[in-house]
């Protein structure tokens, strides 16, 4: 009979059919299976477990616990950040201006230049903007000024010829000038002078002309001689000088002949050798004339300010030799 489309085809059971069938089914019957089953799939739980950092561990017998991106725990982790006490600046503060007062009652100081008398060397005229100068304060405590040293001191009595500037009254402005004197941009009060010094106590000193040029001779034995002429090429004159022949003078021990690199505009030793100021001859008192090494602040070894000006101040080779 032929199948028609749509239909199944019957067909008689025989007993061959129906043993097979009997064997079939019992060939359906599942045996139990040896073969391990599938674990998960590794893919699936990376897809499904959360991300840290790109990476997650687990633990067995534990469940994953995410932590928080950006935080970390354990021994390892970041304090927080001490909060500075409100006093801290002030102490600061108070603290660096002390250890400048101690550095410069004691080790440096800053000194204004405000007059010409040490031209070229050191600028103060009015037209300059006027050098600041460092001077070592602890560098007498081991040695006595020597002769080419620029040093810094107090006015002996008499030496008055310029006006000290006068503190102000207002307790604002003595704030503001006090600061200033500190870091060197106020003249100290007082009168305070820096000049050269030409011969120390022992030494004998005249000024005369040779060769039509006034010269500065120095004795170690008295006015006998023999007598040395510096060299000078530090020294300025913007006109005829009027105390270039002085002298001789014998330093007295313990105190300093002084003299400023602009010789004709300098007041130092040949203007104080009398009373009336005149000519300096060897009638001049050699203590009036003189400065005490007591009075000495410091020597002068560097130009600070203004940036332009910066150089050590050196000892002239006509001193050591």
């Known amino acids: 009979m032929t199948e028609g489309p749509g239909e199944e085809s019957v067909l008689p059971e025989s007993s061959e059919t129906a043993e ?47 932590v928080e991106d950006g935080k970390k725990s354990g021994k390892h982790g970041k304090k927080p950040k001490r909060k500075a006490p409100w006093w801290e600046l002030p102490a600061l503060v108070v603290g660096a201006i002390v250890l400048a007062i101690l550095v410069k009652s004691f080790v440096l100081q800053p000194f204004f230049i405000p007059s010409e008398s040490m031209e070229k060397t050191l600028h103060g005229c009015p037209t300059c903007s006027g050098d600041r100068i460092l001077v070592n304060k602890v560098i007498y405590d081991f040695r ?20 000290a500037p006068t503190p102000p009254s207002n307790p604002v402005l003595r704030v503001v000038r006090g600061f200033g004197q500190l870091v060197g941009f106020v003249p100290p009060d007082g009168e305070v002078l820096v000049k ?69 505009d300098s007041a130092d030793s040949r203007f104080h050798c009398n009373p009336d100021q ?21 020597k002068a070894f560097v130009i600070a300010w203004p940036p332009s000006r910066w150089r050590t101040l050196g000892t002239p080779s006509t001193f050591t030799q």
């Open 278 to 298: 005149s000519s300096c001859g060897a009638d001049g008192d050699p203590v009036t004339s003189t400065v005490p090494v007591t009075d000495v602040i410091g």
């Open 196 to 264: 050269r010094v030409i011969a120390t106590g022992g030494q004998t000193v005249r000024g005369m002309v040779t060769d039509g040029k006034d010269v500065v001779q120095v004795s170690d034995h008295g006015t006998s001689g023999p007598w040395k002429t510096l060299n000078e090429p530090f020294v300025y004159l913007d006109s005829s000088d009027g105390r270039g022949t002085f002298g001789p003078i014998t330093v007295p021990k313990g105190r300093l002949w002084v003299m400023g690199d602009h010789r004709n």
């Open 144 to 163: 006595d000024p020597h002769p080419g040293d620029i040093v810094v001191f107090h006015a002996p009595p008499g030496w008055d010829n310029e006006v």
């Open 20 to 66: 097979s069938s009997e064997n079939r089914e019992l060939s359906e019957t599942p045996e139990p299976s040896t073969r391990p089953e599938p674990g998960p799939d590794p893919t699936a739980d990376e897809e499904d477990s959360p991300a840290v950092g790109g990476q997650q561990e687990s633990v067995a017998g534990h469940e994953d616990v995410p």
